[in-house]
């Protein structure tokens, strides 16, 4: 990874396990500075958060700069936000069981997993981040009744999208 995430930049966009990225998020964690913001033990206090990843955590810090607070700023309390109705369970989106089969059949075929891995690669959008949204687009395209014949071309917009957020 090159040094160009700063504090604000989501963990979306950093290459992180899966148990580590949903442990973050359950917890309200969405900005590399939000991880900072913690002490070491705080980071391993969080609830499903892998003890093997409090190493990831620390080598990604370093890399952007930044390390794990010496005192406590009050935890991750601090980043609990008001839930909206359409939140999911503890704020964040819940996949259907429908969305995470069709994800993980789209993802199954070498040709879609390759697509998935050059988008990853041309927005430096996490690979782990992009696989994770999967549901949530096929959820978007139930929604709205669109075909999944478009997926392809959603999915990199949607990643072009996240990448011209990042480098605002």
Not at 49 to 65: R, T, W
């Amino acid at each position: 990874m090159d040094n160009c995430f700063s504090a604000d930049t989501s963990i979306g966009l950093l290459a992180m396990s899966p148990p580590a990225y949903n442990a973050l998020m359950r917890a309200g964690i969405r900005k590399i500075g939000d991880i900072a913001a913690l002490t070491q033990e705080e980071l391993a206090a969080i609830r499903n958060f892998p003890a093997a990843s409090v190493n990831e955590i620390l080598s990604i810090l370093s890399e952007c700069g930044l390390s794990l607070a010496k005192q406590s700023t009050g935890g991750t309390a601090q980043f609990q936000t008001a839930h909206t109705e359409s939140d999911g369970q503890d704020g964040f989106y819940i996949p259907t069981q429908d969305s995470v089969a069709k994800a993980d059949a789209w993802l199954a075929h070498a040709g879609n997993y390759d697509y998935l891995c050059g988008i990853a690669s041309e927005t430096c959008v996490s690979l782990c981040y992009l696989a994770g949204k999967l549901p949530h687009l096929f959820d978007v395209l139930k929604a709205h009744q669109e075909g999944e014949e478009n997926f392809r071309v959603q999915l990199r917009e949607y990643a072009m999208q996240l990448s011209r957020d990042v480098a605002k």
